[in-house]
């Protein structure tokens, strides 16, 4: 195996290690907070696709290539659009909405349907791991900036974006309890 194998088969995994914790989840209740957690679910599906896409992007080279990796360059339009963090779409995702420092809201109108946001989560996981996939290891050892003031080499980037889903599939988790749905992971035994 590769490490672009490794690396991209890392950001798959987080499709249905995510999913795991996505059943009772609905419609209904996607943008339902409780006290003293930070995030919902439609906020944190949309959060991550966005930082995976963000992360895709760094894959086109500094010169406008393509850098040896496929799927990578704007935001996809299908996905999300650029408002103020205040409206809505039923299909995308208003970037200043899921954006880092932003505040979810218990308002279902700004997000997408939950199958919706489980498919704009999905289809970045798709879209890093083919990026990761297309890139030769000069590409993957190259450091980017992220964020305000970090730069690392885009295979620490890939490896973060797999600890960044982590990180907000345990909110879930935490999401799950205070708002009494059933546990998942006894369920499977």
Known sequence: MTRQDALAEGVLACKSLLGTYLPGFDDSNRTRQAPNLPNHVAWTLGHCALTMHRAAEKFVSRAG??????????????????????????????????????????????????AR???VFNGA??????????????TLDRVVAWGARAELPLFLLVQRMIFHTGNHTGQIADLRRALG????????R
Do not use: K, Q
């Open 117 to 119: 946001c489980v498919e």
């Open 125 to 138: 996981c798709d879209r890093l791991a083919a990026a990761v996939r297309g890139a030769d290891d000069a």
């Open 65 to 114: 290539g393509a850098g040896g990796a496929a799927g990578a360059g704007a935001l996809p339009d299908a996905d999300f659009f650029r408002g103020s963090g205040t409206g809505g779409d039923p299909e995308r995702f208003d970037t200043e909405t899921v954006a880092f420092g932003s505040t979810p809201a218990d308002d279902p109108a700004r997000y997408p349907r939950f």
């Open 181 to 188: 749905l059933p546990p998942v992971l006894l369920a499977r």
